[in-house]
């Protein structure tokens, strides 16, 4: 079964999970970019199939979830152990659970990256304003 969730979709099913419509669009984003397996975990939680219960590196959602993430960021860094298990667990011993960024910090952030040559600005014009219209995921 093939799911397409529209970014007004992803929105509606997150609306009680206290993010900002900023982070909702990072976050929106990030699901589109995440591996086919941990982004269909994501679809089926939107959707209210529950958490997955499946490793990755030893970690599952639920511990992460346990451990006070929230589901969302708990999927991000089960996308990021799936893609960089070194780095993950590096971060994940090294740091606090969450990074909060106001909108002026992130438009800060973006401005630097665009003075290093790091982003381009019609790539942080697309990541500020969403160019992915849906989510698609493969065998929910």
């Not at 960021?73 to 969450?98: C, G, Q």
């Not at 401005?111 to 381009?120: D, F, K, R, T, V």
Request: with cysteine; aromatic share 8%.
């Amino acid at each position: 079964m093939k799911v397409r969730m529209t970014r007004q979709e992803f929105y509606e099913c997150m609306s009680d999970e206290g993010y900002t419509l900023f982070e909702l669009g990072h976050l929106f984003r990030a699901v589109c970019e995440m591996s086919s397996r941990v982004r269909r975990w994501t679809i089926r939680w939107l959707l209210g199939m529950g958490l997955p219960k499946d490793p990755i590196e030893g970690v599952t959602v639920p511990f992460l979830v346990s451990e006070g993430y929230k589901p969302m960021n708990a999927f991000i860094i089960m996308d990021w152990l799936e893609k960089d298990p070194e780095a993950a667990k590096y971060s994940l011993v090294r740091h606090t659970r969450e990074l909060e960024m106001n909108e002026e910090t992130a438009a800060q952030l973006r401005a630097a990256a665009i003075a290093e040559g790091l982003l381009s600005e019609e790539k942080a014009n697309e990541e500020q304003e969403g160019s992915e219209s849906a989510i698609v995921c493969e065998n929910i």
